[in-house]
């Protein structure tokens, strides 16, 4: 059921009394949430893509991955763009748990099209935190590394829009001894990550 033009009117402007908020949260509540959702969507979509004439360099993204951070929020800008190939670096963060990581990354972009094949190596320190709460204010903290070569997709418009990716590839982990850095011991894995954000 679409909401009819006085309700939307009433409730954008506010002037909605005690009765007619009961009536509002009776049995077709969710059918008018659900087009209040799609009006908002349908308005910021618009928004996004009618300014994608615009040649948009940056991306804000979330990524989530198999290895390293379970989530990251990231930032990608382009910062040179030939006839063939572009390059872009990324740089992020992720607080989960007691655990912080900041991934940093550089990227080779294929395609002049808004589908693009991507190589990438990113670096992704990680530290985990270890908080004894009883008897001690003491924090013990481990500090990893995980070095991510790995080949994807990336679909990206040349203008503002919508920006994915999917990558998979081997992951280095290394658990450097706090006494010896460069007794790093490699480990390595198989991951797989997927990001979803927008480009301006």
């Known amino acids: 059921m679409i909401l009819k033009k006085k309700e939307l009117t009433t409730i954008i402007t506010g002037n909605i009394s005690g009765r007619n908020m009961f009536y509002f949260l009776g049995k077709n509540f969710y059918r008018r949430l659900f087009s209040l959702f799609l009006i908002f969507l349908t308005g910021s979509a618009g928004f996004v893509f009618s300014q994608d004439r615009a040649e ?15 989530y990251s ?27 912080v990581s900041f ?10 099209n808004e ?5 990438s190596l990113s670096v992704i320190p990680y530290i985990d935190y270890d908080v004894h709460l009883i008897g001690s204010n003491h924090t013990e903290s ?7 070569p790995a080949i994807g997709y990336r679909y990206q418009k040349a203008g503002r829009g919508i920006f994915l990716k999917a990558a998979a590839g081997p992951s280095i ?9 460069w007794n790093m011991d490699p480990k390595l894995y198989a991951f797989g990550s997927i990001g979803l954000g927008i480009s301006f």
Do not use: C, M, W
């Open 56 to 70: 948009a360099k940056n991306t804000l993204y979330a990524e989530g991955a198999t290895r390293g951070p379970v």
């Open 103 to 112: 991934p940093v990354g550089l990227n080779v972009i294929t395609g002049l």
């Open 142 to 148: 481990d500090k990893y590394i995980f070095v991510n």
């Open 173 to 181: 982990f290394l658990d450097p001894p706090s006494n010896d850095f």
């Open 73 to 99: 929020i990231n930032y990608d800008r382009i910062f040179r763009q030939g006839e063939k190939l572009a390059y872009s670096f990324r740089a992020g963060f992720s607080i989960y748990s007691n655990t």
């Open 115 to 119: 589908h693009h094949a991507e190589f």
